[in-house]
């Protein structure tokens, strides 16, 4: 992993040996971490042909140095991640891989990047995505924009002894005792000094900014949003997760047994594959056959509704979700509308008026095209 430096912004960046066509990765941390909160998703997004940026903010590990750490707003780390997004999308359009040319009349694939943020970071992500400057953004246990408010018991006990540092922008560090019932909970007990270690005091002016909300006009976003909950949760818990979900009108994942420090807890892998393959599929990258299971969970969503149904062995209906399993052996059951392609001829069931079942491992995608009532095709 290298450390470089964006305009003296320090940037922790993981390259594939060779270049790829798949678009790059920022990752933008929360309140009192760093780059180094993602050095398992950095290593993981490496080893799938990702190149990675995380990055930290002004005042952070010697990233552009600031007079006063306490008194910088939530704005400025908006501008540094803007700054950063701009830099890594210019340096990924004039670095094409190799290979053969592209056809003449073939659309350039996009060099913005995806955004993955984690706590405050994925407020920051919002924001990039309403700047229209991120090709899709995942926001992981992420604090909500204005109209959503963030609170929770834990936060309410524990939250007043570091409102005088918000309320007069001081530099924030919250004790070890706080993090490690609110934050690190889930953070096995004997790595939690470790971690409170290298977590430094941040802008209580910034805090102050989150708390009583940053505005983020969802009709801008115009990328595709994924939000990502964890169980037990103590600053984000799901209910608040689920309104952001809800505000942007995007999938929503819960991860039982995580807490808010998801991304170095035991058990990230899951997460983080699943946020990956719901990148490539949104996206249309083709590296995985199957829509993987956050998109399922989403298909599981609109039971009733008519969707498009693409299968591995070719053959594409228009059908009626009539219900999504996921016991084993996972299926999908649904009615035939009407046939769009035909696949080889040993498929049962595809006529239409008919009630069928396939393997969810056969559906290579689907698009919601009704809401149960005509069918489209």
């Not at 040993?346 to 239409?352: T, Y």
Request: net charge neutral; hydrophobic share 45%.
């Amino acid at each position: 992993m290298d450390l470089l430096s964006f305009s003296d912004l320090i940037v922790a960046v993981e390259q594939p040996q060779r270049p790829t066509s798949l678009p790059p990765v920022l990752l933008l941390p929360g309140l009192n971490a760093g780059a180094w909160v993602f050095e398992n998703y950095q290593r993981f997004l490496m080893r799938q042909g990702y190149s990675t940026y995380a990055l930290n903010f002004r005042g952070h590990y010697g990233s552009r140095p600031v007079p006063d750490i306490g008194k910088v707003p939530f704005a400025a780390y908006v501008e540094d991640a803007l700054e950063v997004a701009r830099a890594i999308a210019s340096e990924h359009t004039s670095a094409a891989p190799p290979g053969p040319p592209p056809a003449a009349d073939a659309e350039p694939p996009s060099a913005l990047p995806v955004a993955i943020g984690h706590s405050l970071g994925g407020l920051v992500a919002q924001r990039l995505a309403e700047e229209q400057v991120v090709r899709a953004a995942a926001l992981v246990c992420s604090a909500p924009p204005r109209g959503i408010p963030l609170m929770s018991w834990d936060l309410v006990r524990r939250q007043p002894r570091y409102l005088p540092t918000i309320l007069s922008g001081r530099p924030l560090l919250p004790r070890f005792e706080d993090n490690a019932e609110v934050a690190l909970n889930r953070v096995p007990a004997d790595r939690r000094a470790a971690v409170q270690s290298r977590f430094v005091a941040d802008s209580g002016r910034a805090a102050r900014d989150v708390l009583f909300g940053v505005q983020v006009d969802e009709r801008k976003v115009r990328c595709p949003m994924l939000v990502v909950s964890a169980s037990e949760d103590r600053y984000v818990p799901p209910r608040i997760a689920r309104r952001i979900a809800r505000r942007y009108k995007a999938p929503f994942r819960e991860y039982f047994g995580h807490g808010h420090m998801m991304p170095i807890e035991p058990g990230w892998e899951t997460p983080l594959r699943e946020i990956e393959h719901w990148i490539d599929q949104t996206l249309a990258l083709g590296r995985h056959s199957t829509p993987g299971s956050i998109r399922l969970h989403e298909l599981a969503r609109h039971r009733g509704h008519t969707v498009r149904l693409m299968f591995r062995d070719g053959h594409v209906i228009v059908a009626k979700v009539i219900a999504v399993d996921f016991e084993e052996p996972a299926e999908i059951i649904y009615e035939v509308h009407a046939v769009v392609e035909v696949g080889p001829p040993h498929l049962a069931a595809v006529r239409p008026g008919r009630v069928a079942a396939a393997p969810l491992e056969q559906l290579r995608d689907f698009l919601v095209i009704g809401d149960g009532g005509d069918a489209l095709q």
